[in-house]
């Protein structure tokens, strides 16, 4: 994976899958039977790098993705960050969006909260064979803050989007808070072993132009261009989900080394359009994963052979789903390894 990252062209793509380790494995319903909630999980560095490496030892993956979440840069920054089953996420107090920047302040960090993630990245590490690479995670800013202004997700972002519309100096204070503690843990999953990232700006696709401009393009270039001059050896991959078009000043314009595409875009677009040599990632339909058989089948090759020229890893256009059967994942790394 690191060869293709690079600009190599392999004979198989490598292939790991967005969200591998989680709820789909049974080994992994088991374990949070019996050590608790998600972030419990999260913060038990035993238990959470054995779950990274649960999808490893199953399928052999070409590379494990540390087992966090975004949401971890906010607790962080000093919101209570709790999950709800059936809920999912919550953080207290919501940002009050006329004054995010104002209400961050009025927060106690505690950057500790991360210390147990590194040691994670410790242990996974340590135990991974050598061919897998491993890959350390961050959301990005705008995504972030979209989280700490709603307290929750939302449908349409439309509090963060009102609080970049009507205050954009102090909108960009909040995303320079962001910005700096997702600078300084990703340079701590770094120091503790991984071998590339990956920023997550899931939300990325209720922007328009000149928003996604500023909020997406802007800090996404700041951090790259930071963790280069930290960590020159180290490969970012962006993943701007719903980004369409913008994707190409996206790819263009932050610095990443390669750019993952979620399931809307087309291949053959992305190879004739983004930048020349630069590596590519996914764009399986995580439901096609569920449908399997010839469906499946159809639209791995699809992929396959509209980016046949290109630097190219295997994935998923977003997370794989809770209800995917896992003898559709072993007949897409057998299809693609084929």
Not at 9 to 15: D, G, L, Q, R, Y
Not at 73 to 93: C, I, K, M, S
Not at 236 to 255: E, H, P, S, W
Request: aromatic letters at 6%.
């Amino acid at each position: 994976m690191l060869a293709v990252l690079a600009g190599h062209v392999p004979e198989k793509p490598p292939i790991w899958l967005m969200r591998q380790a989680g709820r789909y494995l049974p080994e992994y319903r088991a374990l949070r039977e019996k050590k608790g909630g998600f972030l419990a999980l999260v913060h038990d560095s035993d238990a959470a790098a054995e779950i990274t490496l649960q999808p490893i030892r199953r399928f052999g993956f070409d590379a494990a993705i540390l087992f966090s979440d975004i949401l971890v840069v906010p607790h962080a920054l000093g919101q209570l960050l709790t999950f709800e089953a059936g809920e999912g996420p919550r953080l207290d107090p919501p940002l009050d969006p006329s004054r995010p920047a104002a209400a961050l302040s009025a927060l106690s960090p505690e950057p500790g909260r991360l210390d147990p993630i590194y040691r994670t990245v410790e242990k996974v590490a340590a135990a991974l064979p050598a061919p897998v690479t491993l890959i350390g995670f961050a959301g990005s800013p705008w995504t972030v803050a979209t989280y700490m202004i709603a307290g929750r997700g939302s449908r349409d972002q439309a509090e963060a989007r009102l609080a970049a519309w009507s205050d954009p100096e102090a909108f960009a204070a909040l995303i320079e808070r962001i910005s700096a503690m997702t600078l300084d843990y990703l340079s701590g999953q770094i120091a503790a072993g991984v071998e590339a990232v990956q920023l997550f700006d899931s939300w990325a696709g209720s922007l328009s132009p000149d928003q996604f401009e500023r909020w997406v393009i802007g800090p996404t270039h700041a951090i790259v261009a930071e963790l280069k001059r930290r960590h020159p050896d180290i490969p970012v991959i962006g993943f701007a989900k719903g980004a369409g078009a913008k994707l190409a000043d996206y790819a263009k314009r932050t610095g990443i080394a390669c750019a993952g595409l979620d399931e809307t875009v087309e291949p053959a677009w992305a190879a004739s359009t983004l930048p020349a040599g630069m590596p590519l990632q996914g764009n399986l339909d995580p439901i096609a994963l569920i449908a399997g058989g010839d469906a499946l089948e159809s639209a791995a090759n699809r992929i396959l052979s509209q980016l046949v020229d290109r630097p190219h890893i295997f994935n998923l256009g977003h997370g794989i789903l809770p209800q995917t059967p896992i003898a559709h994942v072993e007949a897409l790394l057998a299809l693609v390894r084929r």
